[in-house]
């Protein structure tokens, strides 16, 4: 087994930068409370990996099939006041509260997009648009139950010291996407879900031509990013220890949306190079700079869209990075020739 290991490990992932950068990312994140003295930095490294569920998700519906969701916001809501009223009124444990909640935005968001499922373009956008907004309604009509603008406080801690709550959201968040990347892998050959949502995504009209039940797998793309972005909103109540409407804001839907674009769409680890760039930028970088904090962000966003419109982490790979156009093997961008065929590369862009 470890013989194994190291072989890969030698052959697989060493000769590809971008995956010696991702290891090298891995180890920095599983020792960085060790190495950081604040804890005010520490719950922003917290709240940056709920958000990479978040953003993830979002990339797994909207990236990888094509549907349009301007309202992610609301599994995330439904996540974070499911998970809230199961712990103040029933007194379940973190433990319980998160599942529980994951799954009943799971229902929630196969529930609102079967209305949706023949919607394309700017009709479903604005659709999945009003949804957060509904729900913003409800909890405000329903206030005796939710705290209406005061929002529900005094919800339990999901550990006892910030190192231990850290160390729970990082191995879930670890976990969640490398589910969300398996699922979502056109090259994977035990899921074939990866495939059909990119065959959705490029031609929906050729895809159900071929035989694939188109709505079906809409359908479960709106079930995995609403169970992901639930599961992420649970673990925000439970940090944060209060959750208000701020949770089905507009903003939150459009900062998913920012993130995944920066880091690169349809590529799973661009949302996270987006949220673990511009979250601690916002608030450590320019945290003192909180009257031009936003400017920044929107000149950082728009020099990105036109000079890097892929994203920057899809930018940077392909600089780094060539795959070879005989076995599709990836090599270091300086190679002349693949690693594995021996193939010329030198005509690779």
Not at 44 to 52: A, G, K, Q, R, S
Not at 148 to 159: P, Q
Not at 188 to 199: C, D, E, M, P, Q
Request: net charge positive; hydrophobic share 55%.
């Amino acid at each position: 087994m470890l013989k194994r290991l190291l072989r890969d490990l030698r052959w697989g992932v060493l000769p590809v930068p971008g995956r010696v950068m991702a290891l090298v990312f891995v180890a920095f994140i599983f020792i960085f409370p060790l190495i950081v003295d604040s804890p005010y930095n520490l719950l922003v490294f917290i709240l940056v990996n709920i958000f990479v569920i978040f953003a993830v998700s979002w990339d797994v519906l909207s990236g990888y099939t094509g549907q349009t969701n301007f309202g992610h916001a609301l599994t995330f809501g439904v996540g974070a006041y499911g998970a809230a009223l199961l712990n103040r009124d029933l007194g379940w444990p973190p433990a319980a509260t998160i599942p529980v909640a994951s799954l009943a935005a799971a229902l929630i968001g196969v529930g609102t997009c079967l209305p949706a499922l023949r919607l394309r373009g700017p009709y479903l956008a604005l659709y999945t648009l009003s949804l957060p907004l509904m729900l913003l309604g409800i909890v405000r009509t329903f206030r005796e139950i939710t705290g209406g603008d005061y929002g529900i406080s005094g919800i339990s801690r999901l550990a006892d010291t910030r190192i231990a709550q850290y160390y729970i959201v990082l191995i879930v968040m670890v976990v969640a996407v490398l589910i969300m990347w398996k699922l979502t892998d056109a090259g994977s050959k035990l899921v074939r879900t990866g495939l059909i949502f990119h065959a959705i995504r490029e031609d929906e009209i050729a895809a159900r031509a071929t035989g694939i039940n188109t709505i079906r797998y809409k359908i479960l793309a709106f079930a995995i990013g609403s169970f992901f972005a639930g599961l992420s909103g649970a673990l925000y109540v439970h940090i944060m220890r209060i959750v208000t409407p701020d949770v089905l804001a507009l903003t939150l839907s459009f900062q998913a949306i920012i993130w995944v674009i920066f880091g690169g769409a349809v590529s799973i680890y661009g949302a996270v190079v987006g949220v673990y760039t511009l979250y601690p930028l916002l608030h450590i970088v320019l945290r003192d700079l909180s009257h031009y904090r936003m400017l920044i962000l929107a000149v950082l966003v728009i020099v990105v869209l036109l000079f890097m419109p892929e994203g920057v982490a899809v930018w940077v790979r392909s600089k780094i990075e060539r795959q070879c156009p005989r076995c599709k093997t990836t090599n270091a961008a300086h190679r002349r020739e693949c690693r594995s065929c021996s193939a010329a590369l030198r005509h690779v862009a």
